[in-house]
């Protein structure tokens, strides 16, 4: 029923549908997600719970849980990204949950968020090398973090600095 | 011969158990556990080669020290909770001395380390440690703090906090119990008590 009332007013957008588990699930095309957006925000989905990026090796997915309290419902919103260069408008207009959650995606995915007011890094510290969940991470590669004079984090490859003598 | 023996009834309530009074005077200082204490030491001295009055001491300041070991109030993660199940009534490490968490690492000298020590909070939990006065003790507790536990070889996440401080006694667990706490203490306590004092400063010459 969802499905049919955004099908209906973006009959251009919409590159597939189905179901992720349980939840009515859409496949949308990268430029339109924030016309979607909007248009769900209209609908009653007033909540975004998670967004999350996968890395399919071939190309990048975003993944936009919603949740309308009004009508108890819930709705999956889907980005198909390509490998080289990941770039998807930011939905921090319509829900300011947004924020938080796409600084997440960027700093763990590596996702770029067109719009977004303050995209750096939220968990790991700025210098830090590389997107850990991406598929090509180099996990051999250790990196360690120092705090300087001023009280901000340090990202350095040098483990004597970091650690105790005979630990390394 | 149809003598029957009368019991007399003693009423348990109404009886006291008579104490039993020193009477000369070796048994006044054996009352007192100075004797005891005395021989004690002296054992203690002729292993580690001391003498008998600074061996007397060391047992003084390591009774006074683990009779008030005083943790910082730092938690990382989910063992934090458990920390705060030890630290209330029904294990209650207040009869070790050690219900007082200090809020500042200047006034205490016990640091658990309880919980995930990640790369970005290493530093500070170094930093934590290098804060805290002499003497000092570090109880690593929970599996993370130990190893790195379920986050080993993470990108993330320290293979244990023996990297960056050292570390007196490992707690497993994850998280431990609260009865593993108090295992761990126990053994932190007799740990300090085997500690010579007198012999850091140069008394037993």
Redesign the interface.
């Known amino acids: 029923m969802i499905i049919d009332a955004i099908k209906s007013k973006f009959p251009g957008s919409i590159i597939g549908t189905g179901a992720l588990v349980d939840k009515p699930m859409l496949i949308i095309k990268k430029d339109d997600i924030l016309k979607v957006c909007e248009y769900a925000h209209e609908l009653g989905f007033d909540h975004l719970s998670l967004i999350t990026g996968v890395d399919y090796r071939d190309h990048f997915e975003v993944i936009y849980n919603l949740w309308s309290y009004s009508n108890k419902q819930d709705l999956v919103l889907k980005v198909m990204l390509d490998h080289e260069n990941p770039k998807v408008q930011s939905v921090v207009s319509v829900w300011k949950s947004a924020d938080w959650l796409e600084r997440e995606t960027y700093d763990l995915v590596g996702i770029t968020f067109e719009g977004h007011p303050n995209l750096i890094r939220i968990l790991?510290?700025d210098g830090w090398e590389g997107h850990?969940l991406r598929r090509d991470?180099d996990?051999q590669k250790e990196?360690?973090?120092?705090?300087s004079e001023t009280g901000e984090?340090i990202v350095t490859p040098d483990p004597s600095k970091?650690?105790?003598p005979g630990?390394? | 011969m149809d003598q029957v023996e009368k019991k007399e009834l003693i009423d348990t309530t109404k009886v006291r158990p008579k104490k039993r009074v020193p009477e000369i005077s070796r048994e006044k200082l054996e009352e007192t556990g100075f004797l005891k204490t005395l021989l004690y030491s002296s054992e203690r001295s002729r292993e580690r080669k001391e003498s008998i009055l600074f061996s007397t001491v060391d047992q003084f300041l390591n009774w006074s020290r683990i009779t008030s070991l005083w943790p910082v109030t730092s938690g990382l993660a989910c063992c934090a909770i458990e920390m705060m199940a030890v630290s209330m009534a029904h294990f209650d490490i207040a009869r070790f001395g050690m219900e007082v968490f200090r809020a500042s690492p200047r006034q205490a000298d016990l640091l658990f380390v309880a919980g995930t020590v990640t790369k970005r909070m290493a530093p500070r939990v170094k930093m934590l440690y290098e804060q805290m006065p002499e003497p000092k003790w570090v109880i690593a507790v929970g599996s993370c703090a130990t190893s790195g536990g379920p986050y080993h070889e993470s990108y993330c996440v320290l293979d244990g906090v023996d990297k960056i401080i050292p570390v007196d006694v490992y707690i497993p667990g994850c998280p431990p119990r609260p009865e593993a706490w108090l295992y761990g203490i126990i053994q932190l306590r007799e740990k300090i008590k085997k500690e010579g004092y007198g012999a850091k400063w140069g008394m037993d010459k």
């Open positions: 790991l510290p850990p991470y996990m990196q360690y973090v120092l705090i984090d970091a650690l105790r630990k390394y």
